[in-house]
């Protein structure tokens, strides 16, 4: 698919990765220079300027939305380019980068521009819980608990510091392993309901890879029109640190105690209120209904 525009606008977190992002935005800079190319910058530092931004330059002579940023910067904007022809490159510059991971996209600068100016546009499915989108994984019940507790973490920036950022979310789950009490749920997936006790975590993905390179749903492909589910149920704490660590190479799914599904429509009934995560971004649901939005997304 080729585009009419001709100018690359940059959206760039210079926080993402504890200042990652303003380190990489320089050295793109210098070669987008160097390579004569035609491009506008906006800075965000995330929430709802992610949507204002691209709402002020979505009818412009565009060739690409780049994001310079980590997945929470990615999440934001695609929900605001969602279903709209325009496509997003990312350069990736966060803590986790699961997208860029999920996609391979290449964690240097350079190979991630050069990826973006030369590469074709593809179309990608979104997940869907309400009216927001996510690109990789929607975490329910102890994953959105965690993600919940990184994203306050003073150690997350601390990590980050140390180039260590994926160990945030592990130090996390540590922390709330010990706090957490599962509950049981009731998944309805499109015709087939399906009954679980003692549910710890339900993972929804649209890629494998959340939690910075935890491979949740080692299945999960963004153009086949279905989620993946990875449900953890009937273990106790030690039994769930034993299973964490074979997360990170997809080899938890063969455990007795993990549940793999797919689908289109997912209706999840907890017997208690559960936190939500999309992308690591909480969101704030009380029906907990998911879906996927074939081919909604233009990606570089």
């Known amino acids: ?39 506008k910058v906006l800075f965000t530092d995330g929430s709802d300027q992610d949507a204002m931004l691209v709402e002020s330059i979505i009818h ?21 380019i969602a279903n709209r022809d325009v496509p ?19 964690k240097h600068h350079e190979k991630a521009l050069n990826r973006i100016l030369t590469g074709k546009v593809k179309k990608m ?26 994203n306050e973490s003073k150690v997350k920036k601390l990590l980050n510091k140390l180039n260590l950022g994926s160990f945030s979310y ?14 049981s749920a009731t ?12 549910v710890w975590m339900i993972s929804v993905a649209n890629l494998p890879y959340y939690g910075g390179g935890i491979k949740i749903c080692p299945d999960a492909e963004a153009d086949d029109g279905l989620l ?26 063969t455990h007795k105690n993990v549940t793999m599904l797919k689908g289109k429509d997912i209706f999840i009934t907890p017997e208690k209120e559960l936190v939500i995560q999309c992308d690591g971004e909480i969101v704030e649901q009380k029906t907990i209904a998911l879906t996927v939005e074939k081919e909604a997304l233009q990606i570089l």
């Open 228 to 253: 993946d589910i990875c449900v953890l149920h009937g273990v106790n704490r030690w039994e769930l640190l034993m299973v964490f660590p074979s997360a990170f190479s997809g080899k938890h799914i």
């Open 88 to 106: 997003m490159g990312i350069i990736p510059a966060g803590s986790g980068n699961d997208f860029a991971r999920s996609l391979q996209i290449p």
């Open 125 to 150: 499915d979104l997940g869907r819980v309400g009216h927001e989108f996510f690109i990789t994984i929607a975490g329910i019940g102890f994953d959105g608990k965690v993600a919940k507790v990184t």
């Open 60 to 80: 412009k002579d565009i060739s690409a939305i780049v994001v310079v940023g980590g997945d929470g910067t990615i999440h934001g904007v695609a929900n605001s």
């Open 1 to 39: 698919m080729e585009r009419s525009g001709n100018m690359y606008y940059f959206i760039v977190n210079k926080t993402s990765g504890n200042g990652k992002g303003s380190v990489i935005w320089k050295k793109v800079q210098n070669l987008l220079e160097a390579k004569r190319v035609d491009y």
């Open 187 to 198: 998944i309805k997936i499109d015709e087939d309901i399906h009954h679980f006790k003692e």
């Open 170 to 183: 592990i130090y996390s789950l540590i922390k709330v392993l010990f706090t957490y009490e599962p509950t």
